[in-house]
Every structure is written in structure tokens, then in C-alpha cells.
């Protein structure tokens, strides 16, 4: 079975610039969630989805979203770029979701804003 | 709110000895704890899930335990080699069954020949 995909890996974006990130789950699994993973902060609940609709959201303001394809495909989406949003952001996926199921996650992809 | 802490941020052991890494959480008991292994520039690796009716889990040279009195769960590396470096990360669900993961920071191991 093929792991789970981010792309891009690496994307450098500058102050209040936008930026979509997209996510390939394993198949079958029709649970994605995301993380913000930050020296400083660790990782970072920001969402899930899960059948195309989000079941749970952590601490992240609005700028912050993400959507759920009906082929269980993730896309997250941060608007108006700070300095403070560089990190590796993970996608994980997950058979059925929660937290009592094994997470499987991506390589991530690294944002650098500048 | 739930709080989930690694004591130590890194531990260094010398190859061969067993590695004990503790993971200590706050408030009330989860359901599932979780621990993952992450490589620099990688993401976790799933590794373990402990219930809270399970004392201890085995798994090849790996065992974690899970004491809901102590609100405490370790995790074993016996025999330790230095493939096992890594950050190991325990996680532990939160907001009932269909919950999210929260992650503790995570504890840097270096297993030195």
C-alpha cells in the first residue's frame, strides 16, 4: 500500500501571501488530520476531516482551514502568511479516525515565510 | 485542559542498555495513549497503543506501561542499539472517542556505541 503524500515538500512564500497544501491519504483510510510542528510548540492539533466534513478543529485562528475531498484527498489553506506560520505542517491519515486509532503520517511539507 | 509532558527533552545511553522514556499527563485519564518515533525530517511513526485497562504492551525490544494512578506512561527500548535514535513522542487522545491526538514535545534519544 502506497503511504500517505504531501506535496509540495518545501514552498517559501512571503508575508501575507497565501499558501494550499495537499494531502494523499492511504487508501482506504477516510480520516485526515493535520499538525503544525514547530521546534518551539512541538505538534499541533489543527484539524480533521473526516467523510468531507470537519469533526474536530484545535486552537489555530481562522486563517487557518482545510477541506476533504470526496476521495478522502486533503487540502489545508492559510491566508494572510506571517513569519510565525514557518513550520513543518504533517498530514496524517487514519482508518476511521480518533485518537484511538494509529495515526499514519506524510513526510510533511516545509514552509518558510519570509 | 489536557496537558501531556516528556520530562526530558533528550537522553543519551550507551548501546546495549535499556532506554526509559517517561511521558506524565495532566487531569483526567485517556482512554488510549499512543507512542510514535520521529526521524529529522520525517514524520511519526506509529509504534505502540496502550488501552487504559492494559498495564503493560510488548513489542519486539519495546514495552510501553500505562499507570492511570500515577497518570504516567513509560516506554522501554531494551537492548538499545543506535538505529534507535530518535525523537519518541507519546500522544494520547483527547475529547472523547472521536477526539483528536495531542502530542507531548517529545524526547530526543541517542544510543552511542
Known amino acids: 500500500k502506497a503511504g500517505v503524500t504531501q506535496t509540495p515538500r518545501y514552498l517559501i512564500k512571503t508575508r501575507g501571501q497565501q499558501v494550499t497544501l495537499s494531502c494523499s491519504p492511504i487508501s482506504g483510510h477516510r480520516s485526515v488530520s493535520w499538525y503544525q510542528q514547530t521546534p518551539g510548540q512541538g505538534l499541533q492539533f489543527l484539524f480533521e476531516y473526516f467523510s468531507e466534513t470537519q469533526r474536530n478543529k484545535g486552537n489555530f485562528p481562522g486563517r487557518f482551514s482545510g477541506r476533504q475531498f470526496s476521495n478522502s484527498r486533503s487540502e489545508m489553506n492559510v491566508s494572510t502568511l506571517e513569519l510565525g506560520d514557518s513550520a513543518l505542517y504533517l498530514c496524517?491519515?487514519?482508518?476511521?479516525?480518533?485518537?484511538?486509532?494509529?495515526?499514519?503520517f506524510g513526510p510533511g511539507t516545509r514552509l518558510t515565510v519570509t | 485542559s489536557q496537558k501531556i509532558e516528556q520530562n526530558s527533552e533528550a537522553l543519551n545511553i550507551q548501546e546495549g542498555k535499556t532506554a526509559t522514556l517517561t511521558c506524565n499527563y495532566t487531569?483526567?485519564?485517556?482512554?488510549?495513549l499512543q507512542w510514535y518515533r520521529q526521524d529529522p525530517g520525517r514524520g511519526p511513526v506509529f509504534l505502540l497503543l496502550?488501552?487504559?485497562?492494559?498495564k503493560e504492551k510488548r513489542k519486539e525490544r519495546l514495552k510501553v506501561t500505562f499507570d492511570t494512578t500515577l497518570k504516567q506512561s513509560l516506554f522501554h527500548i531494551t537492548a538499545s542499539q543506535p538505529a534507535d535514535s530518535a525523537t519518541y513522542l507519546c500522544?494520547?487522545?483527547?475529547?472523547?472517542?472521536?477526539?483528536?491526538?495531542?502530542f507531548g514535545k517529545g524526547t530526543k534519544l541517542s544510543v552511542k556505541p
Open positions: 496524517a491519515s487514519s482508518f476511521a479516525g480518533g485518537g484511538h486509532y494509529e495515526q499514519y
Open positions: 496502550i488501552r487504559e485497562n492494559e
Open positions: 487531569n483526567y485519564s485517556p482512554a488510549y
Open positions: 500522544a494520547l487522545l483527547y475529547g472523547g472517542s472521536q477526539g483528536n491526538l495531542i
